[in-house]
């Protein structure tokens, strides 16, 4: 019955279950350790031959109810959470990549994402060649090399709005013998599954739509189980040969679908260690539980504000999936039929100063680094969040200087529209 369960169930009954007697909310187990009382049963767990707890970076129980429950609302076999979405990117990849390899990734993707793939990771040896989303399909893989591992995209891109043909990406990444990999974070669940499209691993910001509160900071890894890795076992020595560092065995020949994940978390969490404390689990759960609401709402607000900017003469251009006329919104019927986000990108006639005059005179709306949350808040990513970026990489990544990012909230729609009229009425 628990995994016929469906997405709204999902959402509050997923992961945690409580047996007779226990607490009906999830239990924060704050606890570095756990204790045996005989050395073999550790020793057991160890060698990965029996289940259990001994140390949180590897498994927490509170950590792996959410897990287990992100995994049920993507239909994954598995779920790992990590400290941020950075993490979650970093790991997904670093999983099935090492020092040689090359990846390939939308230009569109969001700036801290593009930077861990441009640079970071080129530090590590892992080169990544970036390829526009709507490219056709042979253009797309000339950008392939022999030592490509994965294709990388958004399902909506943060903060330029595209919707992401998931089967196109599939296809190629199919034919060339790599997964895709997405990230899930403005779409959720909610609205899209994309292994039901093909992908093959989804990684999520869970600081965004999936806590909601803006209280944790933290990145969840699902894996679907598809992907045949011993099809293509030179490619991913990783988990089609010996892993020395655990006794020698051979994730896809002992796990079997669980390979990926059991290799993300028994290798590289052991290694790297970069896991959320089990309270911000706890906080990621209890968004989690209203996630369902949450997300429809932020649709139905953003909806009625895109209608509004979209109608005002100061403003020169809108990018937001569901309104008629957007270039993605044939993408956003097929892939996101119940909405896409509560986030859009506009820019205002006039020059630079125009968009931060209007989010200067804001007055209930936030001006903050965050998107995806239950208030209403805005940034002007060529001055913040991709300021990194130069010219050249702020257009390759379709972010024109004017570009306001508006993440809309959950209150009153009609106090969210008061605030950008006024705005609007003083800086133009
Ligand atoms: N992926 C997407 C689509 C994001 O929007 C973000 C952050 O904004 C991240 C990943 C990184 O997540 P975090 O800030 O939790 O590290």
Known sequence: MANKLRTESLCIRGGWKPKNGEPVELPIVQSTTFKYDNSEE???????????????????????????????????????????????????????????????????????TYNLFGVTMKKLGIDCTFVSQEASEEDIEASFRPNTKLLFGETISNPGCKVLDIEKFARIAHRKGVPLMIDNTFA?????????????????????????????????????GNFQWDDYAEKYPGLTSPDESYHGLTYTKTFGKM?????????????????????????????LETLHL?????????????????????????????????????????????????????????NRDTAIKFMDSLEMVNIATHVADSRTCVLHPASHTHRQLSEEQLKEAGIAPDLIRLSVGIENVDDILDDIRQALDKAL
């Open 188 to 224: 959720t669940p909610i609205n899209c599954r994309p292994f039901e499209w093909g992908a093959d691993i989804v990684t999520h910001s869970t600081t965004k739509y999936m806590d909601g509160h803006a209280t944790q900071v933290g990145g969840c890894v699902v894996d679907s």
């Open 294 to 350: 949450r997300v429809e709402r932020h649709c139905q607000n953003a909806q009625r504000v895109a209608e509004f900017l979209g109608n005002d003469p100061r403003v020169a251009w809108i990018d937001y999936p569901g309104l008629k006329d957007d270039k993605c919104h044939d993408l956003a019927i097929k892939y996101l039929p119940k909405g896409s986000c509560g986030v859009m990108a506009f820019g205002l006639k006039g």
């Open 259 to 287: 390979a990926y994940m059991t290799k993300l978390v028994a290798q590289l969490m052991r290694d790297l260690g970069s896991i959320p404390a089990p309270q911000n689990s706890f906080l990621l759960n209890l968004g």
């Open 42 to 112: 550790m020793a057991m767990l160890f060698d990965l031959k029996k289940e259990g707890y001994f140390y949180t970076r590897l498994q927490n129980p509170t950590n792996d109810a959410v897990a287990a429950k992100i995994a049920a609302l993507e239909g994954g076999v598995g779920a790992m959470l990590t400290s941020s979405g950075q993490a979650a990117n970093f790991y997904a990849v670093f999983n099935i990549c090492e020092a040689g390899d090359h990846i390939v990734a939308s230009t569109e993707i969001y700036g801290g």
